[in-house]
């Protein structure tokens, strides 16, 4: 079992950043490919950002491309989401997911364990 505890939302305004971070209570942090997921009121879950598990190859859409960066420190068993540039649109509930093995894939039933999310807010 793999508990995930994202940290860093809130408030913050338009053209501003925010860093969110996922702590991954589990030995094997290196076997898994991580995610970053969003989901504002009314819309689907989608896609943000994914990292593979040794965090050589990084995925995002282009509604978020230049300005979200996905990194890890194996080391230390997170994941991060660097948010620059924000915009209103950005509003929503962020999940971090953890999927056993290397790859990293964009649909999000690909991800087998998730984290409760951490609301951003961006204000125009």
């Known amino acids: 079992q793999v508990q995930l505890v994202e940290s860093g939302g809130g408030l913050v305004q338009a053209v501003g950043s925010l860093r969110l971070s996922c702590a991954a209570s589990?030995?094997?942090?290196?076997?898994?490919?991580m995610g970053w997921f969003r989901q504002a009121p009314g819309n689907e879950r989608e896609f943000v950002a994914v990292?593979?598990?040794?965090?050589?190859?990084?995925d995002y859409p282009d509604s978020v491309k230049g300005r979200f960066t996905i990194s890890r420190d194996n080391a230390k068993n997170t994941v991060y989401l660097q948010m620059n540039s924000l915009k209103p649109e950005d509003t929503a509930v962020y999940y971090c997911?953890?999927?056993?093995?290397?790859?990293?894939?964009?649909?999000?039933?690909?991800?087998?364990?998730w984290g409760q999310g951490t609301q951003v807010t961006v204000s125009s």
């Open positions: 997911a953890a999927r056993y093995g290397g790859i990293a894939v964009r649909r999000s039933i690909g991800y087998d364990y």
């Open positions: 589990v030995r094997t942090f290196s076997t898994y490919a």
């Open positions: 990292i593979s598990s040794s965090g050589g190859i990084t």
